[in-house]
């Protein structure tokens, strides 16, 4: 049964609960179109040594890709004070990409909760369409054979954690991950088809369509031929994952021109709202009938339509109150 959560509720209990913390309005933090002065600190690096520097404050910086001839900027942003034990959180942005956008409007929690944030940016130019980033860049775009597992953008977000902590930015053993709309199709996929994530808990937030967990549909709405094969350990680690799976009450317009509408995504529902409940309520099926723990929680969020930057300000608050509880403030 889901468990509907209320933004207005939440609110109260963290203002109680989080001590000098407290949930930041749901007003979305201003971007560097409002007063935010964001002049970002650029370090472009040669491939051969894939140094990676984390600017202070507000900046960016470039992962070598395996490839060698490609790089994938980052955008980041940590707190002053922030060193190698501060939490990270890595976002995931929605269909524009607009990375960022997605760090600027971290900025102010990441300030409020002490948090380290990173926004990969996969450039249509290099990671082209949803098979290039929704869908994990798992095949190639012309030939349609499968990659390898180095050139995955699922594979490069833990690669660009493994190299934090390699060269001593981080001493964090995990990271948080969210992601919105095409974002959240991205960290679902990625936490189903990428064996051991260092994800300490993800927050997964109205994406437009799912790849369901079993093998009674076909890849990309299920798992049957999937370019990646996932075995029922791998399931079962990923039901095991603290997952809080998020969308806006008022995200539920059928005619939203970015909603998918083939038959399968379809019956999952007509609006983003019924497909998270759908997806939630599969899974959580699928891990019962497979007798395994399921750690993850549905949130519908009241008087929220379609927003990145809300749901950036509602993640945040949870990824805190994870830090101090080990688990979502539910």
Not at 18 to 41: F, G, I, N, Q
């Amino acid at each position: 049964m889901i468990t509907v959560l209320r933004w207005a509720i939440l609110s109260v209990l963290f203002s109680a609960g989080v001590s000098a913390e407290t949930l930041p309005p749901t007003v979305a933090p201003k971007t560097a179109a409002a007063s935010v002065d964001v002049k970002a600190t650029k370090t472009t690096l040669p491939a051969q040594s894939a140094a990676l520097t984390f600017p202070p404050g507000s900046g960016s910086f470039r992962l070598p890709l395996a490839q060698g001839k490609k790089s994938l900027e980052v955008f980041s942003y940590q707190p002053v004070g922030a060193d190698a034990t501060t939490p990270i959180v890595i976002v995931m942005t929605g269909v524009d990409r607009n990375a960022a956008t997605y760090r600027n409007d971290w900025m102010t929690v990441a300030d409020q909760y002490h948090l380290r944030v990173i926004v990969p940016r996969f450039s249509e130019q290099d990671f082209p369409g949803a098979a290039g980033y929704n869908l994990g860049n798992l095949v190639d775009a012309k030939t349609h054979r499968k990659l390898p597992a180095s050139q995955w953008a699922f594979t490069i977000v833990d690669t660009l954690f493994s190299q934090m902590q390699k060269q001593g930015i981080t001493s964090q053993q995990q990271y948080y991950l969210f992601g919105n709309s095409a974002g959240c199709q991205f960290v679902h996929r990625m936490l189903t088809l990428l064996p051991q994530p260092q994800v300490k808990a993800a927050v997964c937030a109205a994406a437009g369509w799912w790849t369901l967990p079993d093998t009674d549909q076909h890849w990309p709405y299920g798992l049957r031929e999937s370019p990646v094969p996932v075995s029922q350990q791998q399931l079962a680690s990923y039901f095991a994952k603290p997952m809080l799976i998020a969308v806006g009450s008022e995200d539920d317009d059928p005619e939203n021109h970015l909603l998918r509408r083939s038959k399968q995504a379809m019956a999952q529902g007509s609006n983003r709202l019924e497909r998270a409940e759908s997806y939630f309520t599969t899974s959580q099926q699928r891990a019962e009938q497979n007798n395994t723990p399921f750690n993850w929680h549905f949130m519908d969020l009241p008087d929220i339509g379609h927003s990145g930057s809300k749901m950036s300000v509602f993640a945040a608050g949870q990824f805190a109150w994870f830090e101090q509880h080990g688990e979502f403030h539910l």
